[in-house]
């Protein structure tokens, strides 16, 4: 059984690396969900210094072990890692469909942020908002830690074996279906709202060979609300706590 897995995602992942990775993601994503959770990890941790934990093990668990584990298993593993849409990419495509989704994202995020129920679930931390330079750094750490890991996962790892074993369609459908569970417990509207952009990135990803746009585009969504969020409702608290 083993073996015929491996062949089929032989174009991607090599046997090495596939037997390990597949089961590890698999521990990681139970770990993320349950024990190491934003909600147990706020809880216990405090709200600023639990959601840095949940980024940190977030971004060690789905970028710099699983590169690791190429590093170490593949004899190609910048090939390995090209092949899971490590690389520029159709650059030219790419560039024009994040253009294209700034102004995009900022008229949805500037209507979603006006919601009571997002407005209650983002920005993860609360104390980030504290100061314009909490700010600052807690989004810094947002993109480069958790969107980075977080399109790597969905739209590489899983992404593209899929994508070479049965096809762009049921690829989409089912690393979308994944990511959209994982938003368990989120606002219902963000949870459709995940099953439209799942698919979106899928695409996007798979146009460009690349998951660097899925990750800007991505990035700048997530960004954008919490500005929102922040300008309307935490800046002025802020500057008078100041």
Avoid at 199 to 220: D, E, K, P, Q, R
């Amino acid at each position: 059984m083993s073996g015929e897995i491996s062949r089929m995602f032989a174009l991607t992942v090599g046997s090495r690396s596939l037997l390990i990775l597949l089961p590890f993601i698999a521990c990681c994503l139970a770990l993320v969900v349950t024990v190491l959770h934003p909600r147990r990890l706020r809880e216990h941790h405090g709200d600023a210094r639990g959601m840095w934990i949940y980024f940190t093990s977030f971004f060690c668990f789905f970028v710099a072990a699983p590169v690791l584990i190429i590093v170490l298993s593949e004899p190609s593993p910048l090939r390995v890692l090209a092949s899971l849409g490590v690389q520029v990419g159709n650059w030219a495509l790419g560039c024009a469909l994040a253009g294209i989704a700034i102004p995009v994202t900022l008229l949805v995020s500037s209507i979603s942020s006006k919601m009571p129920e997002i407005q209650a679930q983002y920005p993860f931390s609360k104390a980030a908002c504290a100061s314009d330079g909490a700010f600052v750094r807690y989004e810094i750490g947002y993109l480069s830690l958790y969107y980075t890991s977080w399109e790597f996962l969905y739209r590489g790892i899983l992404f593209f074996p899929l994508l070479n074993a049965v096809g762009f369609l049921p690829a989409v459908s089912i690393t979308t279906a994944l990511s959209t569970l994982h938003h368990m417990g989120h606002p219902d509207s963000e949870i459709w709202a995940t099953l439209a952009v799942g698919l979106i990135f899928g695409l996007v990803t798979f146009l460009t060979n690349s998951v660097f746009y899925a990750v800007a585009i991505h990035g700048m969504m997530g960004v954008f609300d919490d500005l929102f969020i922040y300008a309307r409702v935490y800046r002025g608290r802020a500057r008078a706590a100041q």
